[in-house]
T-cell receptor, first 114, second 111 residues
Framework: KQEVTQIPAALSVPEGENLVLNCSFT??????LQWFRQDPGKGLTSLLL?????REQTSGRLNASLDKSSGRSTLYIAASQPGDSATYLC?????????????FGQGTRLTINP | KAGVTQTPRYLIKTRGQQVTLSCSPI?????VSWYQQTPGQGLQFLFE???????NKGNFPGRFSGRQFSNSRSEMNVSTLELGDSALYLC??????????FGEGSWLTVV
């Protein structure tokens, strides 16, 4: 049974710092991995999708890496801003092509202090 | 292009009642899935539909059911509500093997 763990559970940093969020999963037979952010009381916003054959994806100040063999992914946020404050969730997707089932970590609650 | 739309956004129900939540996926998306989010359990997969057929089901009791219509819109139903069913219910849609997009969710409170 796939299990996803995110460390740390909460992180507070001053504005402008670069930071790394970690995600680990127990079964390396994944199809892809997706990072989301969730603002309080809101749904999930997709940030980055990494297919199992890829090593990393970038979007603006965000960079996500994937090491499938070791069961790890990281989300790197450069030059953090107060607007980046949110809960960040990683989720892995079954190996069955097209299947939409995601297994989520518990999230990292990020606070960027002005 | 409109995102995933969920209705209603907020609702309060009494124990023992039933509730129906609705989801309209992004135009062209035929896969729709549902998740339950609670503070204690986090995000848990409920079920997935593709072309009106349930393709996957999570580990939830039979009180939780769903369906998908020919226009890809989906509904989920919870019967005989319990206090523990209070949660944010999220719907998601995608093209095959592609990015999954979520709606804003339906907040259900059972009293």
């Amino acid at each position: 049974k796939q299990e996803v763990t995110q460390i740390p559970a909460a992180l507070s940093v001053p504005e402008g710092e670069n930071l790394v969020l970690n995600c680990s999963f127990t079964d390396s037979a994944i199809y892809n991995l997706q990072w989301f952010r969730q603002d309080p009381g809101k749904g999930l916003t997709s940030l980055l999708l990494i297919q199992s054959s890829q090593r990393e994806q970038t979007s603006g100040r965000l960079n996500a890496s994937l090491d499938k063999s070791s069961g790890r992914s990281t989300l790197y946020i450069a030059a953090s801003q107060p607007g980046d404050s949110a809960t960040y969730l990683c989720a892995v997707r079954d190996i069955i092509q097209g299947a939409q089932k995601l297994v989520f970590g518990q999230g990292t609650r990020l606070t960027i202090n002005p | 292009k409109a995102g995933v739309t969920q209705t209603p956004r907020y609702l309060i129900k009494t124990r023992g009642q039933q509730v129906t939540l609705s989801c309209s996926p992004i135009s062209g998306h035929r896969s729709v899935s549902w998740y339950q989010q609670t503070p204690g359990q986090g995000l848990q997969f409920l079920f997935e539909y593709f072309s009106e057929t349930q393709r996957n089901k999570g580990n939830f009791p039979g009180r939780f059911s769903g369906r998908q219509f020919s226009n890809s819109r989906s509904e989920m139903n919870v019967s005989t509500l319990e206090l523990g069913d209070s949660a944010l219910y999220l719907c998601a849609s995608s093209l095959p093997s592609n990015t999954i997009y979520f709606g804003e969710g339906s907040w259900l409170t059972v009293v």
